[in-house]
Nanobody, 118 residues
Framework: QVQLVESGGGLVQPGGSLRLSCAASGSMFSIVAMGWYRQAPGKQRELVAAITSAGITNYADSVKGRFTISRDNAKNTVYLQMNSLKPEDTAVYYC????????????WGQGTQVTVSS
């Protein structure tokens, strides 16, 4: 059973930056496409960034040019660098399999809260 542990969230002012990390257990991490998702209060969870096992990335229009997803397969870890943060980026952030590629997800972790506010 894969376990996902997200970290790195916090309170940041508009225009600020945060770097999220997600550590995954298990041996399959290096061969699967991963994604970062977020869920704001009262909204559905959405995929905001994805990365293939080879490092090809894709982003939602709402974060393109501001967020960067990366991975370290040796550490079973995927990262999300978030710059120029806006109040509308406020959400709980999760990592998981890229649902667009596989049509499914592993069990969700606890997520990490990101709050953008002055």
């Amino acid at each position: 059973q894969v376990q996902l542990v997200e970290s790195g969230g916090g309170l940041v002012q508009p225009g600020g930056s945060l770097r999220l990390s997600c550590a995954a257990s298990g041996s399959m991490f290096s061969i699967v496409a991963m994604g970062w998702y977020r869920q704001a209060p009262g909204k559905q969870r959405e995929l905001v960034a994805a990365i293939t096992s080879a490092g090809i990335t894709n982003y939602a229009d709402s974060v393109k040019g501001r967020f960067t997803i990366s991975r370290d397969n040796a550490k079973n870890t995927v990262y999300l660098q978030m710059n120029s943060l806006k109040p509308e980026d406020t959400a709980v952030y999760y990592c998981n399999l890229d649902h667009n590629t596989y049509g499914t997800n592993w069990p969700w972790g606890q997520g990490t809260q990101v709050t953008v506010s002055s």
